[in-house]
């Protein structure tokens, strides 16, 4: 197995990366397995929800005026958590991200460090990072410790590991464990990664988190987590370090009430998951008594600055849309070239590069909309997924070179074509004529040269009729007169 | 701080430019709040959800009365067959039967924690729902690490401290909790093949004894 | 009654039988078609590709076109649409406040074709006659942006001697997606055959639907893998009276 590209400033061109995954059976099997799981889990529960579209607008209304106060609310979450002894550090970028978590761990003397579950650290890059500067990174989230001990790359933002089975865990435990004998029941393997942990959450004095919500009314933090390695990270070493993007922050304690209903809900179709820890600061005698927030910028309050994109922001990392997009559900999350994959990794992962790098996410879907329909704050995807298109075209409008890309050149002579009825009838049978000379005897085109053997590599397309509905309908309109 | 104030600032300033538009603005209080604030269920029928929502996680649930508690508690404590636990500060004494070992939490060592295989604690809430048990970590309900690192967690909720929906536990923080758990069954995963295996890292069992004060 | 007919510029060029059963379908009906000879596209494909200025340009011949029309009817949900979902951002970037106004007039008036027949010309039972098993595939925009919901099936259940086998997975995208069917060829065609699967499944004689463009994706594969199922454009099965099936067999 080789491993998936997931910077997106080096990651191949999607349908480049999604003709790997395409031809990975396995792979195909187990995402395909999973997300109908989670699936068949979330409709059942959404069902017996009757108020689920009421939950949904309110979801959706608190998040998008929490972004529209942002600075505020960041504010006074800063204030509320310096009052409760924790220390407050603001990263613009990924590189000063790194640059503060290393330096707040030096000051510990770390050598180690155990991990909760955070795409956010996925997405600064932080484990290389550390290591890097010698220092052991333990991930504790059970899918991510099965990534991390096998090499691999997250596929997917709540259930990382979803593409591999329960035969590929028991192999790569076996090996890294060093346990022999082990069979593949997800019990057994469970225990195995429960004993292996164990000793690591009693000893080690550092722990890095993400955060699901801040709350600026009080300066918490909450976290959702099935396991207990969120609150065992949480409870027992001396230092925390909680990254957040700085789009996290919730209004007021009270709209959770909206928010972890919806997320359970979405994420893992359950009505609540197993444990939800809520903090404030340091708490005396309880938990760890050095407390660091990182709020990261690193592009977001660019897409802030953008009317129709700001919606992007609104999202809660419940993964929803990639367990029912279509795309998603064939290839999996490694063709993304990003920790975040499907329909919203589709609009984030280019934002979050400023357009710079992974400019074919937003070209990866069919726009079926099957991810608005489901997401439970409401973000337009199909709209976003737009709008980036729209940016990335009027990149190429400024590139003479993108100027001869047959799609190019083909949507700006599409643009004459329609600009008149004239000019449209020329086209029609130009086409005909064109196309004729690839069609069969039955009626039928079944290869295509250049764009058009895109389509014909698998579907047959049908002649173009000797004549066209307006022809038809002028001829009638002469009988008729 | 100093490393990031130039960043504080420029991280503002970026936010203020682009929220800059008052349109965008909007009141909180003015907010679509449309979903159902309140359960329909009278308290037999919340009981009865409770306590099929935690069977479905694999939880024990039982009854008592406030006279008949300290038996009930008695009971379960010897069928569990362990024999050191650990309680929070202010737990009552009769929820202590003689006969074990009792390590009442004032500032324990984690790895004395760690040896104790059973906690008994207090709630401050349950949500009937979702099968949620709320721990706000005052005295009788413990510091958080108590109800983590012992393999049984034996939690009492009075019936009057139940309620069916989430936002009616909202309704009763009259205060934020600075410090607060819900616990929706035991510890559990479903990393592997979406399989739901119980008991990952936190109590690989927790049980609930529900004390009718409410008739 | 009256309608204007907008055919949508794939349906005039690749699908001129579908205009044709739709002119039939709603004169049988009473209503009063007229066809604009001016009309090119909605601008979907633009728009959805990232040409959002091009779009523009055909949105607004599309919009002054039909301003005087009593109501437009359109055979193709996914370009109904495109007109009700992103024509006003379009005239909020590129427009004037005259050409706001002028969609804002013309919006109401315009139906997809199942919407028009339940919902303008008011009836369900069409008068058609189509001896077949027969399948719905429920376009995304239909489903998703317009939400016909259950007017096809409707008036489907209403054709004689139709038999209508329900489709597993109704809500799942085919994979056409526009020039996603060739920006992402493979991805969409891994995404066709999933759809294939279930369509197949159903041993139905026809699959129908609102659009001919999921209907161009599912007819290509499943002629190029001689499946023994054929396409037609809910127009078509409507269209057809047991007077025309004699006709056509003498």
Known sequence: ?481 | MTTSSSSRRTILDRIGAATALPAAKNSYDELPRDYAKFGELDSDACIHLMTERLREYGADVAQSTPELLATVIAEQVQQSGRQRFVVPPEIPAEWMPAGFEWKVDHELRATDIEKCDGVITGAFAGIADSGTIVLHHSNTEGRRIITLLPDWHLCILNASQLVETLPEYFQRCTQPPLLATYISGPSATADIEMTRIQGVHGPRFLSLILVRDDR | MRASLFITCYNDTLFPETGRAVVRLLERLGVELEFRPEQTCCGQMHANTGFGCEAFAQAKRFVRLYQDSESVVIPSSSCVAMIRDQYAGLFEKYGDEELRKQLASVLPRIFELSEFITDRVGVEDVGAYFPHRVTYHASCHGLRSLHVGERPLRLLGKVRGLDLVPLANLDRCCGFGGTFSIKNSEVSSAMLETKLHDVVSTRAEYCTALDNSCLMHLGGALHRQYAGMQTIHLAGILANTEESATEKKA
């Open chain 1, 1 to 481: 197995m080789t491993r998936a590209v997931m910077d997106p400033t080096i990651a191949p061109p999607f349908p480049v990366a999604a003709l790997t995954v395409l031809r990975d059976t396995q792979l195909r099997k187990n995402v395909a397995h999973a997300t109908d799981v989670i699936q068949a889990k979330r409709a059942l529960l959404v069902a017996e929800k009757k108020d689920w579209q009421q939950l949904r607008t309110a979801a959706a209304a608190i998040r998008a005026h929490a972004l529209a106060n942002l600075g505020s609310y960041l504010e006074e979450f800063e204030k509320r958590c310096t009052e409760a002894g924790g220390v407050v550090h603001w990263a613009a970028d990924a590189a000063e991200a790194r640059a503060i978590i290393l330096k707040l761990l030096r000051e510990e003397n770390a050598t180690e460090v155990i991990k909760i579950k955070t795409m956010t650290s996925a997405e600064i890059q932080l484990n290389p990072a550390l290591e890097a500067a010698g220092i052991s990174v333990f991930e504790t989230d059970l899918a991510e410790l099965i990534l991390q001990l096998g090499g691999d790359e997250p596929s997917h933002i709540v259930a990382p590991a979803l593409h591999v089975n329960r035969g590929q865990v028991r192999e790569i435990f076996a090996r890294r464990m060093g346990l022999q004998n082990l069979s593949d029941d997800p019990q057994v393997l469970t225990a195995a990664a429960r004993t292996y942990l164990r000793q690591k959450f009693l000893s080690v004095p550092t722990a890095i988190s993400g955060a699901n919500f801040l709350v600026a009314e009080t300066g918490s933090v909450a976290v959702v987590e099935s396991e207990g390695n969120g609150r065992m990270c949480l409870t027992l070493p001396r230092t925390m370090i909680t990254l957040a993007g700085i789009e996290k922050v919730l209004p007021k304690f009270k709209d959770l009430e909206i928010l972890l209903q919806v997320l359970a809900r979405s994420a893992t179709g359950e009505r609540m998951n197993p444990y939800t820890s809520l903090w404030t600061g340091v708490t005396p005698g309880d938990g760890p008594q050095r407390f660091h927030v990182v709020l990261l910028d690193n592009g977001r309050s660019q897409i802030l600055a953008r009317p129709k994109e700001r919606q992007t922001l609104q999202c809660i990392r419940c993964a929803a849309c990639l367990n029912t997009c279509p795309v998603y559900r064939q290839t999996g999350g490694h063709a993304y070239g990003s920790v975040y994959g499907g329909p919203i990794g589709a609009i984030l992962t280019p934002q979050l590069m400023q357009m710079e790098h992974a400019q074919t996410l937003p070209f990866a879907s069919s726009l079926c909309g099957a991810c608005y329909a489901v997401c439970p704050v409401k973000i337009n995807i199909p709209e976003v997924l737009i709008a980036l298109r729209a940016q990335v075209v009027d990149q190429e409008r400024g590139q003479p070179a993108r100027w001869f890309d047959p799609m190019f050149l083909g949507m700006k002579a599409a643009n004459v074509i329609f600009a008149s009825a004239r000019q449209f009838r020329a086209a029609q049978w130009a086409s005909r004529v064109g196309l004729s000379l690839f069609t069969g005897k039955d009626g039928w085109i079944h290869r295509l040269p250049g764009l058009g053997a895109r389509w014909t590599v698998t579907r047959d397309l049908r002649g173009i009729p000797e004549q066209s509905f307006r022809q038809w309908w002028a001829a009638r309109d002469k009988e008729q007169m």
